[in-house]
């Protein structure tokens, strides 16, 4: 059973940063794609930012140029780095880890971090 843990969310004022860090229980080089999303309240949950096993990486519009997505492969952890935050970055963040097989494919989540950023 695949456990993602994330951390390092919390409450903090417009402009501010957080790095929120997602702890894998395996291997983190052995999923395809590992990815952030967000879902504020009665919201959808969006992605956030992917980071695939070959490092290649892409962010939604709109965090582009404020979060920085990135990983430790030796210490099975994924990291989003989240600078200049605005009040509509608050979110619940969700971890989420997908292997693909041939013709299938498994998918993992974390059980989230609250981000609340005040104006």
């Known amino acids: 059973q695949v456990q993602l843990v994330e951390s390092g969310g919390g409450l903090v004022q417009a402009g501010g940063s957080l790095r929120l860090s997602c702890a894998a229980s395996?291997?983190?080089?052995?999923?395809?794609?590992m990815d952030w999303y967000r879902q504020a309240p009665g919201k959808q949950r969006d992605l956030v930012a992917t980071?695939?096993?070959?490092?290649?990486?892409d962010y939604a519009d709109t965090v582009k140029g404020r979060f920085t997505i990135s990983r430790d492969n030796y210490k099975n952890t994924v990291y989003l780095q989240m600078n200049s935050l605005k009040p509509e970055d608050t979110a619940v963040y969700y971890c989420?880890?997908?292997?693909?097989?041939?013709?299938?494919?498994?998918?993992?989540w974390g059980q989230g971090t609250q981000v609340t950023v005040s104006s």
């Open positions: 989420h880890a997908r292997k693909y097989y041939a013709a299938s494919a498994d998918d993992y």
């Open positions: 395996r291997d983190i080089i052995s999923f395809s794609v």
């Open positions: 980071l695939t096993r070959n490092g290649d990486i």
